[in-house]
């Protein structure tokens, strides 16, 4: 069976250096249960080195149509400028849309992850990050998805804000940046994503569940 | 069709779409950014969805993604490259690095997720095992712990790649190199001499090989 995988392996890659954009998924669902993991960790290893290859027209055609692709590339065009006061103003957005108060937004989040008692202070944090007070990168995945489910608006961009309240600025920095200067911001980001205390905590000492929703673990 | 190169990575410092990108970004120029950044998500979608496929861990049903829920991993990938840290890399290679960074960061959050469905269904989930036994949440806590000692801007460069791939053994790298840069098994068993079998058995053994290089770096 394990030359089956190797089959398998053999075509992912000469889809991918013939622009095919081969699906991993696609191509796992075709490996016999047993060697699946193993073909996982083959098409990814391939992916850490692999050259990036544009899709071939007809497989752009393909891609365009692929709702997964479509629903990424809609992220593309739908989010807005990346400063950490870009996502509070897209959250105000779906508040306001949604008509809900910061206080009741942080009621029903708090009370979603069952962090009973700590609604008001879930709100003052929401708050915060409305009005860019506090940094949107330490807010976390899983945050955001629920706040959208809150909002009853779309998960992963916590909807773009309306085109009329849209903030002008770039979508991405003009100036790439010194060699250091992109090591500070790839360290930051660690930083702001490691699961250790990164971002201050608002009461020393403490540090509990909304910490880590919302201002980075 | 033109023979590909038998480098995997040779291409690495002519990604039309990423030059295009920073181009772009460079000169502000915020639709041709907006275009640019389109076409090279879809260059890179690929390596997206297998950084995402791959993702598997105990706490989950079976052990892996279901297909919708690596759809929502990517998404999450793209969330982040686009809105968490406005990729200001400029090679490939940087790319790389934060792709499978922020996989593997959006695939802890889906898991922390997955816990506190279980948490709130079961009302009391105990998921930190003890010292001898860690359970689901101990274990999340040592991925995540070792993510945290990961940079990304060292994780997969060129340099780091060209240092795994001179440590692999000769017969591996061989084969590894001109299979993950597209040439058949069955020319390569011809060139070396040996069955399409063994080009496959050498392939897979050079793909393990360069994984636990890899890993060692990030450790």
Request: proline residues 6%; aromatic residues 6%.
């Amino acid at each position: 069976m394990t030359a089956r995988i190797d089959e398998l392996y053999e075509e992912y890659v000469q889809a991918w250096h013939a622009g095919g954009a081969p699906d991993a998924v696609a191509f796992l669902a075709r490996a016999d249960s047993a060697e699946r993991d193993e073909l996982a960790d083959m098409l990814e290893t391939f992916a850490l080195a692999a050259p990036a290859v544009a899709p071939s027209d007809a497989r752009r055609a393909e891609l365009d149509d692929d709702p997964a692709f479509a629903r990424a590339a809609a992220l593309v065009d739908a989010l807005g400028p990346p400063s950490p006061e870009a996502w509070g103003v897209r959250l105000r957005a779906a508040r306001e849309r949604a008509e809900v108060s910061i206080t009741e937004l942080g009621a029903r989040f708090a009370a979603s992850f069952g962090l009973h008692g700590r609604e008001e202070r879930a709100a003052r944090l929401l708050d915060d990050l409305e009005r860019g007070e506090r940094p949107a990168s330490g807010v976390s995945l899983r945050a955001t998805t629920r706040l959208a489910e809150l909002l009853g608006t779309a998960a992963a961009a916590l909807a773009p804000p309306a085109p009329a309240a849209s903030a002008p600025a770039a979508l991405f920095r003009a100036d790439p940046g010194s060699a250091d200067e992109l090591a500070d911001v790839l360290a930051d980001f660690a930083a702001s994503r490691a699961p250790a205390p990164a971002a201050p905590p608002e009461r020393s000492g403490e540090r509990d569940e909304l910490d880590d929703l919302l201002l980075g673990g | 069709m033109a023979r590909p190169s038998t480098d995997p990575v040779a291409r690495d410092a002519s990604s039309p779409e990423l030059r295009a990108f920073v181009r772009a970004r460079r000169r502000g120029d915020e639709a041709l950014m907006r275009s640019t950044w389109r076409d090279l998500l879809a260059s890179e979608w690929s390596r997206i969805r297998a950084f995402a496929a791959a993702r598997r861990s105990p706490a989950l049903p079976n052990g892996h993604l279901t297909p919708e829920e690596v759809d929502e991993l990517a998404q999450a990938v793209v969330v982040r490259l686009i809105d968490k840290l406005h990729f200001e890399g400029e090679s490939i290679g940087e790319l790389r690095a934060f792709l499978l960074q922020a996989t593997k960061y959006a695939f802890l959050d889906h898991l922390r997720a997955h816990i506190d469905e279980d948490r709130r269904r079961a009302g009391s989930f105990d998921d930190r095992g003890d010292d001898e036994t860690p359970g689901v949440g101990g274990r999340l806590d040592a991925e995540a712990s070792a993510l945290v000692v990961d940079t990304l801007d060292r994780v997969v460069d060129r340099a780091v790649l060209d240092e795994a791939f001179a440590a692999m053994d000769e017969d591996k790298r061989e084969v590894f190199l001109a299979m993950a840069g597209g040439e058949p098994a069955a020319e390569i068993a011809q060139r070396l001499g040996i069955s399409v079998a063994n080009v496959y058995q050498r392939n897979r053994r050079g793909l393990v090989q360069l994984q636990g290089l890899l890993e060692d770096q990030l450790r």
